[in-house]
């Protein structure tokens, strides 16, 4: 897939942001008054600039209302759903908090829970596409929720929170990349399959099916050497992971370790992301021959 850097912005930032406003809903840490205001400004800076960032990649940025109504059968509309109700019953929780003094735990809890399954209805947008094979199992919730939840940890000082809900993301995206790697396979898709001619034996392609350029090879084929892939997967690890961790083991809670932290985060979270959508392999790119262009990259790494 094309790794649209709107698209990263969004995930990256939202993820952030509603994780850690899931933190401030659950009084982690305790907080009223204007201290209480930097926090939720924070909170609400991140997670509202993801969802408008996310407009820029729509071809028609003044429609993004109509995502609302099909909250039936569209993860992106029940999306938008659960950030709405997540900021609204932040907002309120907020403005007691800030301004009465006040910490409503059902209305905290309410919001943390909104929160946590926004990030969850992002990662499915994703998941339930069965075209992408790389995204399309159960690691991939698990995968954006767990960083979400470890940056929010971060951020809210939750040291112990954080050192476990970094170890377990760190996890999950091995196994996001590792298990991912073969997914295409696994699934058992070819030019014989996407052309249905397997029957009567191996199929080549002959001619690419267009002269130029298109919507399907912009935004739906991107193909990545694997060496490179391998050394920003480095960077991601590193930045994401390794380094927060090493930062919350070693210095103790308080912002300025948090923002050493949440930097590093940031940076391999991003080089993650980016992967995340660039080594997405979409089942068209085999009527085009992406899929040989990329065993052949790979092996030229």
Not at 86 to 97: I, K, P
Request: glycine share 10%.
């Amino acid at each position: 897939m094309h790794p649209a850097p709107s698209v990263i912005v969004f995930t990256v930032l939202s993820g952030l942001g509603f994780g850690y406003l899931a933190f401030l809903g659950l009084g982690l840490p305790t907080v009223t008054g204007w201290s209480a205001f930097f926090c939720f400004a924070l909170g609400y800076a991140m997670a509202i600039g993801g969802l408008v960032a996310s407009t820029f990649h729509l071809g028609n940025p003044q429609r993004a209302l109509k995502a609302f109504s099909q909250w039936q059968t569209s993860w992106l509309s029940r999306e938008a759903w659960l950030s709405v109700g997540a900021l609204v019953f932040m907002g309120l929780y907020g403005f007691c908090a800030v301004f009465l003094g006040k910490l409503i735990a059902p209305l905290g809890l309410i919001g943390a829970a909104l929160s946590v399954a926004t990030v969850f209805a992002t990662a499915m947008i994703y998941t339930q596409l069965a075209t992408i094979p790389r995204w399309n199992h159960w690691l991939t919730p698990l995968h954006l929720v767990s960083l979400s939840l470890a940056g929010g940890a971060v951020l809210a000082l939750q040291w112990r929170a954080a050192f476990m809900l970094l170890v377990i993301a760190g996890v999950v995206q091995i196994l996001h990349w590792v298990l991912g790697d073969r997914r295409f396979a696994e699934r058992g898709h070819t030019i014989e399959t996407a052309t249905g001619l397997g029957d009567i034996g191996k199929v080549r392609m002959f001619e690419p099916p267009h002269t130029g350029t298109n919507y399907l090879l912009k935004e739906m084929v991107y193909v990545v050497g694997r060496k490179h892939a391998q050394k920003l997967r480095v960077i991601a690890f590193i930045g994401m992971i390794v380094l927060p961790v090493a930062i919350v083991l070693i210095t103790p809670a308080s912002p300025y370790s948090a923002g050493a932290a949440i930097l590093c985060f940031l940076v391999g979270t991003f080089a993650s992301r980016w992967l995340f959508f660039a080594e997405a392999e979409h089942v068209v790119g085999l009527y085009y021959g992406k899929r040989t262009e990329r065993s052949q990259a790979s092996n030229a790494s």
